[in-house]
């Protein structure tokens, strides 16, 4: 089983700070997505990584593929509460795409 | 602009009744995904079709649980027989081609009650 890792788990903030949320696997990804979902909505997809060392920038959202392609990172700056919701890291390339259980941001104003 | 359209958004059913979830891919898009979602999890995946062919089933149970993607037509889930423990949001996505990075696009999902 090809199992995605995200942490933390849940992570509550104020407004203003930064952070960063992680996704690894023990194999290696032939590619990497992130997405964000709002309560009662589907994932939106946010950004695609495929190369080791990529680094990946959507206005105060940078996201970053490890040189193995073994991890991502994903950081906010100055988060807002607009950034509220979970953020989802999937693999890709294979034909079971499969997702990692989420990190539940919260960004209280 | 018609992304992936699921209905319905909402489906209440009785225990042992039959629920039948839709899902109309992207224009283009030849490949859909079947997930279910629990509150505060993440995606757990169900099945993977092609038009007319299931690709990857093994995340769907082999008791209750169907899913179709005829020629014409949305994509089929089907639960026969439902139960509480089936109660969840089933999202849809779809994606143009296999061998693609992966990217899929979701529905807003359809959200089953089980009573």
């Known amino acids: 089983t090809q199992l995605l890792e995200q942490s933390p788990q849940f992570l509550s903030i104020q407004e203003g700070e930064n952070l960063t949320v992680y996704c690894n696997s023990s194999s290696v990804f032939s590619s990497l997505q992130w997405y964000r979902q709002e309560p009662g909505e589907g994932p939106v997809l946010l950004v695609t990584?495929?190369?080791?060392?990529e680094v990946k920038k959507l206005k105060r959202l940078t996201f970053q593929f490890g040189d193995a392609r073994k991890d991502s990172s994903l950081h906010i700056t100055a988060a807002q509460p607009g950034d509220t919701g979970l953020y989802l890291c999937?693999?890709?390339?294979?034909?079971?795409?499969?997702f990692g259980k989420g990190t539940k941001l919260t960004v209280n104003p | 602009n018609a992304g992936v359209m699921q209905n319905p958004r909402h489906l209440v059913r009785r225990r042992g009744q039959e629920a039948r979830l839709r899902c109309s891919p992207m224009k283009g898009h030849s490949h859909v995904y079947w997930y279910r979602q629990l509150p505060e999890e993440g995606l757990k995946f169900m099945v993977y079709l092609q038009k007319e062919n299931i690709i990857d089933e093994s995340g769907m149970p082999k008791e209750r649980f169907s899913a179709e993607f005829p020629k014409e037509g949305p994509s089929i889930l089907r639960i026969q027989q439902v139960v509480r423990g089936d109660s969840a949001a089933y999202f849809c996505?779809?994606?143009?081609?296999?061998?693609?990075?992966?990217?899929?696009?979701f529905g807003e999902g359809s959200r089953l009650t089980v009573l």
């Open positions: 999937q693999r890709g390339g294979s034909e079971k795409l499969v």
């Open positions: 990584v495929v190369t080791g060392g």
């Open positions: 996505a779809s994606s143009p081609k296999q061998g693609a990075t992966g990217e899929l696009f």
